[in-house]
């Protein structure tokens, strides 16, 4: 692969494309529970009537959408047709759509929006503002938009990890690389290495490279309030991440006159 940083979101990733179909030995649907059950204690907590619908924008394979359907009824969105078939086969009740979260309008508001992960791919202010505007023009008042980076430029520290799994014959085993370029932008990059090995037991090594965006929790904030939102920044609690000092990001769309 080349070494030219690839800054438009999803450009050049194949996990979520031809290696779309490893993704749950990546992250195996189990891993997500913990993780769901914390979204779903942050939106009753914050929104200002009782949550009944969730848009997930960037939801990915559904993981978490496989727990929060149980109490939120699903919309969910996201670019790569590869995921969205994932999606569909785990969460077959739920509504799936195509669609970019810098730019997609259904025409109607959610309870609960969710930005997962999928937001640390937008590299740039102005397309991490159009996702933060997308999410307020989904979020119907007394309602919470949620953004979950992974990191921020305040808490980055280049590392690494790995991890993986196996299943029905198959198994994945990932080495992960995160490091800042010396481009001077607002990025980091994630580099991977994927050992493939399939049911006749023949392994495949695959580099996937990932370009993220870095910018600063003031930035996060002040852009979740200019699209109309009072922010706020919570602790991130359980268990799944264990780099210190990570928080996520709400965007609360209050009822004027109401309190919660």
Known sequence: MSDKLETTPGQGIRLYRDLADWYQLLTPVEDYAE???????????HCQLPPRTLLDLGSGGGHNAAYLKATLACTL???EPAMLTLNRQLNPECEHILGDMRSIRLGRTFDNVLVHDAVSYM???????????????????????????????????????????????RALRFFEWRWISDTGKEM??????FLLRDEAGAVEVIHDRHVMGLFPRTV????????GFEPIAIPFEHSSHTESGHELFLGLRRIPGRRI
């Open 35 to 45: 993780e769901a059950a914390f979204y779903r204690r942050l939106f009753e907590t």
């Open 77 to 79: 969105v996201d670019l």
């Open 123 to 169: 590299t740039t202010r102005a397309d991490l503002a159009s996702t933060i505007a997308t999410a307020f023009a989904h979020t119907a008042p007394g309602g919470v938009a949620m953004f979950d980076p992974d990191y921020v430029s305040g808490t980055f520290e280049p590392g690494t990890g790995s991890g993986g799994s196996d299943g029905k014959g």
């Open 188 to 193: 980091y990059v994630t580099d991977m290495a």
């Open 220 to 227: 996060w904030l002040d852009m979740i309030a200019a699209a």
